[in-house]
């Protein structure tokens, strides 16, 4: 139940495509959700995140989408750079529990 | 990164031997925690500590120890127990809004 599914593993766009990343849970209890961009070998850092009152967020060229019945949730990337060449990953965790529980990360390249 | 440390930031290990890994912060948070990755996954929760004094084991705690004694330091022992601890190994603090920030990671291969 405190799984966290992600696809694609891998994505491959053009300059200026729109890659989205898929993430879906199990725990109802879930009420927050972060997505995570990694450089390699660096750490994540947190590039946008939502809560289950809102069924959008749109932080410059990233935008969640969340849709709480179906228990998913997805991350575009507007207008994407060869600079957003990253892995991606969604998390999820609910207040009390405060650790993350992380999707199993999608290797994003974008082509020049 | 900013103002999280980890240190070494590569770590080899001879098998049997216990190493231990450094995570300081300077962003006055109460929770620390350390997470392992490894290629092809996604992170998972070894131990979380969310005041001094205090912490509990994560998801893959089997073969690791730690301790905080200070606010500012969370160190991670891998023991010998750990029978495959080859992986990127990530230190994160939070504030208390959920929002976690992570250090720059220590890669420890085994020899």
Redesign the interface.
Not at chain 2, 40 to 45: N, S, Y
Not at chain 2, 98 to 105: I, L, M, R, V, Y
């Given at each position: 139940q405190?799984q966290?599914k992600?696809s694609p593993?891998s994505l491959i766009v053009q300059k200026g495509g729109i890659p989205i990343i898929n993430c879906a849970y199990e725990n109802t209890a879930f009420d927050?959700f972060?997505w995570?961009q990694q450089f390699p070998?660096?750490?994540?850092?947190?590039l946008i995140?939502i809560r289950p009152d809102v069924s959008e967020k749109k932080e410059g060229r990233f935008t969640i989408s969340f849709n709480k019945s179906a228990k998913q949730f997805s991350l575009h990337i507007m207008d994407s750079q060869p600079g957003d060449s990253a892995t991606y990953?969604c998390?999820a965790?609910y207040t009390g529990r405060?650790?993350?529980?992380?999707?199993?990360?999608t290797r994003l390249q974008v082509q020049p | 990164?900013g103002g999280?440390t980890q240190s070494p930031k590569y770590l080899f290990r001879k098998e049997g031997q216990n190493v231990t890994l450094s995570c300081e912060q300077n962003l006055n948070h109460d929770?620390m925690?350390w997470?392992r990755q490894d290629p092809?996954?996604?992170?998972?929760?070894i131990y979380?500590s969310?005041i001094v004094n205090d912490f509990q084991k994560?998801?893959i705690a089997e073969g690791y120890s730690v301790s905080r004694e200070k606010k500012e330091s969370f160190p991670l022992t891998v023991t010998s127990a750990q029978k495959n601890p080859t992986a990127f190994y990530?230190c994160?603090t939070?504030g208390g809004v959920?929002?976690?920030?992570?250090?720059?990671?220590t890669?420890l291969t085994v020899l």
């Open positions: 405190q966290v992600q593993q927050y972060p995570y070998g660096k750490g994540p850092a947190l995140a990953f998390a965790t405060r650790a993350l529980t992380f999707g199993s990360g | 990164d999280i929770a925690y997470y092809g996954q996604g992170l998972r929760l979380y969310q994560g998801d990530l994160a939070d959920n929002e976690q920030f992570f250090g720059p990671g890669r």
